[in-house]
């Protein structure tokens, strides 16, 4: 029913890319990329939108430039690259703010950054993982990003705290109550298999469940 | 308690979609077993559910899935690109910052440990040279350029003479209390005329204080002297007993030797002198 996760990728064969990428290696830098973009490029667009390619390739150039410095293993390696990513998104949010409040940016004019970002959206609506992450990055901003890092980005709880910078028990009940909106979503509740439809076609049952105040 | 426990049961059953702490770990680690059951084969017996039906977390499974689903080809556009980029930033990144080896971290670790000890060793012998100056174990004549040094800082002289009431005459000793930068002079003619050159110095200071009214501030000594005579006794307040104990030594020697015996610069009149710090109860 469900295909494997992206997030299921081995930490022992990031080890072998992590230090011939610390070298300089380029088969080692490619192979960090083609493993950790997808689920950084899904992160970003929840917390950055329109800028997430943008937001991505600056976290990857400063992963290049301090790498170096990092000591750690493959899991902290992921915790510490979806750290610099949040940085850089909440950076892109700060001047994504100035240039709106500047005099003559043009975004100003044209509407909100949500709006931007549905458009953008709207173009891949019929993918399944466009429709996830639109519908994800509709919650609020904290349950949004535990969700995703612990979905998307396959970190624990612990992990995720710390690139949050929230305790454990903060990130599990932001995630419990992400999941608990997204479940109530009208999208996701009435969402059914063939054989749902079928059965709700034919007693005319609507057991949508309602949204909580979560 | 029991029926408290099955209410709350109940109530939480009642979700519409049951999930608490550990089914959200469950949810979004992809164990949980809503997810994993096959919704035409299983359904009947999801709770909630009615036959034919989907299980209530049908759709929330299908967005996770969606969300962690395979990378498309567009996340992976432009791979050649970002790699050439990122390996000029790290080749710029090593120019500036070569990878130390641990060869070389090593030796930084062990020369970090090596400066530390020699702080560590330097502190000690520092303290240690304060707190023997203090307590009058060093040889004599570093004793006493340890205490010119010292007394500057505020770190008492100590008693190098007699200990109090270790008198072997048996006499009282005239400085039970003050301590007093000189050696005690002994009643041996040929001592005294080996008196420490800073008793010279302590005896015109002295003097210079007990003539200015001996104010306990110094205020109507010269500025210059009055500090002087403040760092010989260790202290302000230690002044008074300094010249006290200096004089009582001076009247005792001058008892026994004839004044001449002193060095210059001392009191013409030693007995005058011993006389006035009786009467002003210095003794």
Redesign the interface.
């Known amino acids: 029913?469900?295909?494997?996760?992206?997030?299921a990728l081995g930490d022992d064969d990031l080890a072998d890319a992590l230090t011939a990428?610390?070298?300089?290696d380029?088969a080692g830098?490619?192979a960090l990329?083609?493993w950790l973009?997808?689920p950084l490029?899904?992160y970003l667009r929840v917390v950055a939108g329109d800028a997430a390619e943008d937001v991505a390739?600056e976290t990857?150039?400063q992963?290049?430039?301090?790498?170096?410095r990092f000591a750690g293993q493959p899991t902290a390696f992921r915790v510490w690259l979806f750290r610099i990513a949040r940085h850089r998104a909440i950076d892109e949010h700060r001047r994504a703010r100035r240039r709106r409040d500047g005099p003559r940016a043009p975004e100003a004019v044209g509407g909100t950054e949500t709006t931007a970002r549905d458009v953008a959206l709207d173009a891949l609506e019929r993918?399944?993982?466009q429709?996830?992450?639109r519908?994800?990055a509709s919650l609020a901003p904290d349950q949004a990003e535990a969700?995703?890092l612990?979905?998307?980005a396959?970190l624990d709880?612990a992990q995720t705290a710390a690139i949050l910078g929230k305790r454990p028990g903060a990130v599990?009940?932001a995630?419990?109550r992400g999941?608990?909106r997204?479940?109530?979503h009208p999208?996701?509740?009435?969402?059914?298999?063939p054989?749902?439809r079928?059965?709700?076609a034919?007693?005319g049952?609507a057991?949508a469940?309602?949204a909580?105040g979560v | 308690m029991g029926r408290w426990f099955a209410f709350w049961r109940t109530i939480r059953a009642r979700r519409a979609d049951g999930i608490d702490l550990d089914k959200a770990d469950r949810l979004v680690s992809d164990s949980d077993p809503d997810l994993n059951s096959d919704s035409d084969l299983d359904s009947s017996s999801a709770p909630g559910s009615s036959p034919g039906s989907d299980p209530p977390l049908y759709g929330l499974g299908l967005l996770l899935a969606a969300a962690r689903a395979p990378a498309w080809a567009e996340e992976l556009a432009g791979e050649k690109e970002a790699v050439t980029r990122l390996v000029e930033a790290r080749r710029v990144a090593l120019s500036d910052h070569p990878v130390r080896s641990h060869d070389a971290q090593g030796s930084t670790a062990r020369k970090t440990v090596v400066v530390r000890l020699a702080a560590t060793l330097a502190s000690l012998l520092v303290v240690g040279a304060i707190v023997a100056a203090e307590t009058g174990s060093l040889p004599d004549p570093v004793q006493q350029r340890a205490h010119d040094l010292f007394s500057l800082l505020g770190v008492p002289a100590p008693s190098t003479g007699r200990q109090p009431g270790r008198d072997p005459s048996g006499g009282v000793d005239p400085t039970p209390t003050a301590p007093s930068p000189t050696p005690t002079p002994e009643p041996n003619p040929t001592a005294t005329g080996t008196l420490d050159p800073s008793a010279d110095q302590v005896r015109a200071l002295c003097q210079a204080w007990n003539e200015a009214g001996r104010d306990p501030n110094g205020a109507t000594m010269e500025n210059q002297a009055w500090r002087t005579l403040v760092a010989l006794a260790g202290g302000r307040a230690r002044v008074p007993g300094l010249c006290a104990a200096f004089f009582a030594a001076e009247s005792a020697t001058a008892s026994s030797v004839p004044p001449t015996s002193h060095p210059g610069g001392g009191p013409a009149n030693p007995s005058r002198t011993a006389g006035g710090n009786k009467k002003n109860g210095w003794s």
Request: hydrophobic share 55%.
């Open positions: 029913m469900f295909l494997d996760g992206i997030s990428a610390i070298c300089g380029r830098f490619a990329w083609r973009q997808p490029l899904r390739s990857w150039l992963v290049a430039r301090d790498i170096g993918a399944d993982t429709w996830a992450l519908l994800i969700v995703m612990r979905v998307v396959g709880v599990r009940i995630t419990m999941l608990r997204l479940a109530a999208e996701v509740a009435n969402r059914r298999s054989a749902g079928r059965a709700w034919s007693t049952m057991e469940p309602e909580e």
